[in-house]
């Protein structure tokens, strides 16, 4: 059996998910452990706020493992489990994600994941099946289809824009210079290029900071949904023709669910400050994606 950890944002639910239905449609036997959710682990979680929110999905199904069958795989917890693992490491069966691509999780048949599993090239071609399973509920407020209805009536372009916790000392380290200002001018720059009548769509969690930066005619800033209601924010991407990412899951996946044949997708060279990137590769693994750098260039 292999056993996918589900954890961190809904972003990441969604790539850890994406993995799992790509292991079964390889016909593994394969479960996702749902206990890094659970109220017993919450303190010792680093972003103990997160929420199982792929359960919003009604159609995304899965088996959840038992308690027993993480055990078995990844060992007894607390000293003496340690020391057992120590001593015959052959009872751990662990995999953590350590490279963007990861080919050799294709032949594993009995370990436990630790990985968010972003790269495109693992469940690119089954993207249609999990179009399909990541159908959103109705939303309570009424502006989302009056939006989802501005977004389908022209060459709509969502532009996401992350903020927020990216700010921070420690995130800003990992994640920042790297979606700039420069950035996006470039993206819009060469969306305008292929589409003079693109209209940009702009989604942040700083919506003061878009207003004031997007202000002029050829852009709408969405501030709709809240709280736990940005998850409508996906869905109002995926209406887009085309879409223009942040360095985050959350765009990642509104491009994704983009079903638009003709889409142009947009994306920072790099997603992190610890990647380098390597033209070659990273082509091969987004294929079809158009890579932007920090001053605003195709690369």
């Given at each position: 059996m292999i056993i996918i950890q589900l954890a961190g944002g809904l972003g990441n639910q969604m790539q850890q998910y994406?993995?799992?239905?790509?292991?079964?449609?390889?016909?593994?036997k394969v479960k996702l452990d749902i206990s890094w959710f659970e109220e017993k682990n919450r303190q010792k979680n680093v972003y103990a706020r997160r929420e199982l929110e792929l359960n919003y999905f009604k159609k995304a199904e899965y088996e959840a493992c038992t308690e027993e069958e993480r055990k078995a795989l990844v060992g007894e917890g607390g000293f003496a489990g340690k020391i057992k693992g120590k001593l015959f490491p052959g009872t751990r069966k662990i995999f953590r994600e350590t490279e963007m691509y990861h080919p050799e999780i294709f032949d594993f048949e009995d370990r436990y994941l630790y990985g968010y599993f972003a790269c495109e090239k693992y469940y690119a071609d089954i993207m249609e099946i999990l179009q399909e399973q990541f159908v959103f509920p109705p939303s309570g407020n009424p502006e989302n289809q009056k939006m989802a209805e501005r977004i389908a009536d022209g060459e709509s372009v969502s532009l996401h824009i992350r903020r927020g916790d990216y700010l921070d000392a420690e995130n800003m380290a990992m994640f920042g210079n790297i979606c700039t200002?420069?950035?996006?001018?470039?993206?819009?720059r060469e969306m305008k290029k292929i589409y003079p009548s693109?209209?940009?769509?702009?989604?942040?969690?700083?919506?003061?900071?878009?207003?004031?930066t997007y202000s002029g005619e050829e852009f709408t800033v969405v501030d709709i949904n809240r709280g736990k209601d940005s998850f409508f924010d996906i869905w109002l991407m995926s209406g887009c023709r085309h879409n223009i990412c942040a360095n985050s899951t959350f765009s990642f996946w509104g491009a994704r669910l983009n079903?638009?044949?003709g889409k142009v997708v947009m994306r920072p060279f790099i997603h992190k400050n610890s990647q380098k990137f390597e033209p070659e590769l990273m082509h091969e693994l987004w294929k079809g994606w158009v890579f932007i750098d920090n001053r605003g260039n195709i690369c």
């Open positions: 994406a993995m799992y239905q790509k292991l079964l449609s390889l016909g593994k200002e420069e950035y996006y001018a470039g993206a819009i693109a209209h940009f769509f702009v989604f942040s969690d700083d919506i003061p900071y878009a207003k004031e079903r638009n044949k």
